[in-house]
């Protein structure tokens, strides 16, 4: 059936808040409380997230073989499925091995169902044109934790955190499953020639350039993950050391998380005038900037609003550009692969920076995490800087037929 972009777009943002609301923001809410019950440490409660994160980088590149050979839709399905039951194992577990299985049929669940399936159904059905739903569902994927943990808090107040999570088991089947079904069923109205243009290369790049661009990809998505979401579960401590008060520190950490947002939102408002390479360039330049400036900075009222300013808005284009620079490089038809395989080095980023940089951060320093920050920051630019280069080389004008791997 022919429907609205904006009937798909809302979809799958439904099951995106649900599928991260319920899962990894999930132990926010409950992590201390199914700590105590399950006489664990809170540090292992926690460390489910990690499970969960490298179970989805690795199955990340069969993710992108399973989405090329039965679709998204079916795929996305199945993570919800796998996503209920990783729900309800986690409700009943009893110790610290029930609890690490859970995880990791939750995280099996996470990479069939969340970002990369949900992004390769947007492309199935809108070709090169995808960057302006994807940009837009990121923005409303952003307020999965705005949305579930009241949900959350609510249920767990009424049920317990073990009714909670079987409550959102229930909701992953209930809502989540038929909304993923559905997806399959929606068909975007588009003429033969754009549907052609899903098999045309956007560049014409030889495999050994193809080969280093994948890579350049990789490691400038992969050093702004290992930025972002290292200093991101720090950042108001990091605020405090840098001479915020307390109440000053919470107000600005939650003003990166609307920092972050409105920087999808500006970058939708640009359309046709952004790339995902200049999306790319800004990102990592701002974030190199804000914690060059955090270095330097007198720790003044003003100087950790301008941080936070440019933390969040970096770190929210960089989100953006990290979706969407495949489709500068690789042909529609390929995206779902390509992606799947960035998603390895992207999710073992995730799950290694927090550790990572609450070591280095504690054992070395505030200036050592920073200077640390930076350098990934900087890298990643100058990587996406050799992206520019490449592009602009390999630029031509009929495109070619995408090789069939």
């Not at 489910?48 to 980088?57: K, Y």
């Not at 998603?343 to 951060?361: F, R």
Request: charged content about 10%; some cysteine; hydrophobic content about 55%.
């Amino acid at each position: 059936m022919n429907v609205p972009r904006t009937t798909l777009v809302a979809a799958l943002a439904v099951s995106q808040i649900l599928g991260w609301g319920t899962t990894y923001e999930m132990p926010a809410v409950f992590g201390r409380a199914m700590a105590a019950d399950l006489g664990l440490a809170n540090e292992m409660a926690f460390a489910g997230l990690t499970v969960m994160m490298l179970t989805m980088a690795f199955l990340g590149p069969w993710t992108g073989r399973m989405i090329a050979r039965h679709g998204a839709s079916r795929v996305l399905a199945m993570g919800s499925i796998l996503m209920a039951s990783g729900l309800v194992f986690l409700a009943l577990s009893t110790g610290l091995l029930t609890y690490a299985i859970a995880w990791l049929i939750l995280g099996a669940g996470g990479s069939f169902a969340l970002t990369v399936p949900a992004f390769a159904a947007v492309v199935e059905r809108e070709g090169r044109e995808a960057r302006r739903a994807i940009g837009i569902l990121m923005i409303f994927t952003g307020l999965s934790s705005a949305v579930c943990w009241p949900l959350l808090t609510l249920a767990g107040e009424a049920f317990g955190w073990r009714g909670a999570l079987l409550a959102a088991a229930g909701a992953q089947l209930v809502i989540a499953l038929p909304v993923h079904l559905g997806i399959g069923r929606i068909a975007i109205a588009r003429s033969e020639q754009d549907r052609a243009t899903d098999a045309m290369e956007p560049l014409n790049l030889s495999r050994r350039m193809a080969t280093v661009t994948f890579l350049l990809i990789a490691l400038s998505t992969s050093l702004a993950s290992l930025m972002t979401f290292g200093l991101s579960p720090q950042l108001l401590h990091i605020l405090e050391l840098s001479g915020a008060t307390p109440a000053l520190a919470l107000q600005l950490g939650s003003l990166r998380a609307v920092f972050g947002i409105a920087a999808r939102a500006f970058d939708l408002v640009l359309g046709k005038h952004s790339s995902p390479i200049t999306t790319g360039l800004a990102g990592t330049a701002m974030l190199t900037a804000s914690t060059v400036l955090l270095i330097f900075s007198p720790g003044t009222p003003s100087s950790l609003l301008l941080f936070t300013a440019l933390y969040g808005f970096g770190s929210g284009v960089a989100t953006l550009a990290r979706a969407t620079l495949p489709l500068a490089f690789f042909s529609a038809s390929r995206f779902a692969r390509q992606s799947a395989r960035l998603s390895l080095p992207q999710n073992l980023a995730n799950a290694t920076a927090p550790v990572l940089m609450t070591a280095v951060i504690d054992r070395a320093g505030i200036d050592t995490g920073l200077l640390l920050a930076t350098l990934f920051a900087a890298t990643g630019f100058a990587a996406i800087l050799a992206l520019a280069v490449i592009a602009r080389r390999a630029r031509k004008g009929p495109a070619a037929i995408s090789p069939s791997s």
